[in-house]
């Protein structure tokens, strides 16, 4: 089939739009993030696009996600696909943390405490729940009851961030998922005392899931693919 050049190059072009747009969205991100948590190695900032069934939103989402050290962890979701995407709505859907003139001072306390939640190796959420203040409750109470069981916990075979996929199916050679490590150790709130995940997993369709289980049949590297010569 003849393709004319001029599409040929259009054609090739547009991974590397995609991916310059994405990486825009990610700069701005680390721009918002406070000073002294953006420079930290650990600090992993992931942008991609989602797909929404909802027909209430757009049909496409921008969704960053923010890991940080100790399993800590923000995701965001920007109800335009990342192309439409502003610096502004970047800096709107992020914890305030400063004092900028758009917040009042409470809910730049909320904000900075979010941040800290995270580096902390909590979840960070934005815009708040509620009952954030009798979450954060909940939670001291059960990082002291996890802290007493860390030492007693297996060693895992993944870090954070490390490219996985996951058994989805019944079928062993198309029933797998790729995905990257969010959280180890993970939990649930209705969960009984005790109960731990060792994975949560970002698939790389944009769902979240946890693996209930270290073992090959559940979870296991991602494959390395390679080109014969």
């Not at 991974?15 to 701005?28: F, G, I, M, N």
């Not at 969704?63 to 995407?85: E, S």
Request: with cysteine; charged share 35%.
């Amino acid at each position: 089939m003849f393709l004319p050049n001029s599409l040929k190059n259009d054609s090739e072009n547009k991974p590397d739009e995609k991916r310059s747009t994405l990486d825009r969205v990610e700069q701005w991100t680390r721009s918002f993030i406070p000073a002294s948590v953006r420079d930290h190695p650990e600090i992993q900032i992931h942008v991609k696009e989602q797909i929404c069934g909802d027909p209430d939103c757009a049909p496409i989402d921008t969704v960053i996600c923010i890991l940080f050290p100790k399993n800590g962890r923000m995701m965001v979701r920007i109800q335009k696909g990342p192309g439409d995407v502003t610096e502004e709505d970047v800096s709107e859907a992020l914890p305030p943390h400063d004092n900028k003139a758009d917040y009042d001072p409470e809910t730049i306390e909320v904000g900075r405490r979010v941040w800290d939640d995270c580096m902390s190796g909590e979840e960070g959420y934005w815009p708040p729940f509620p009952e954030y203040e009798e979450e954060e409750e909940e939670d001291e109470e059960e990082e002291e009851d996890e802290d007493s069981d860390a030492n007693n916990r297996p060693p895992l075979r993944f870090m954070l961030g490390e490219a996985v996929q996951c058994r989805m199916g019944p079928d062993p050679v198309t029933g797998w998922a790729g995905g990257k490590v969010l959280r180890l150790w993970y939990r649930e709130r209705n969960w009984p005392p005790g109960q731990m995940a060792p994975y949560h997993i970002l698939l790389d369709d944009g769902r979240e899931i946890f693996a209930p289980a270290d073992v090959e049949q559940v979870i296991r590297k991602m494959p390395q693919i390679g080109f014969n010569s």
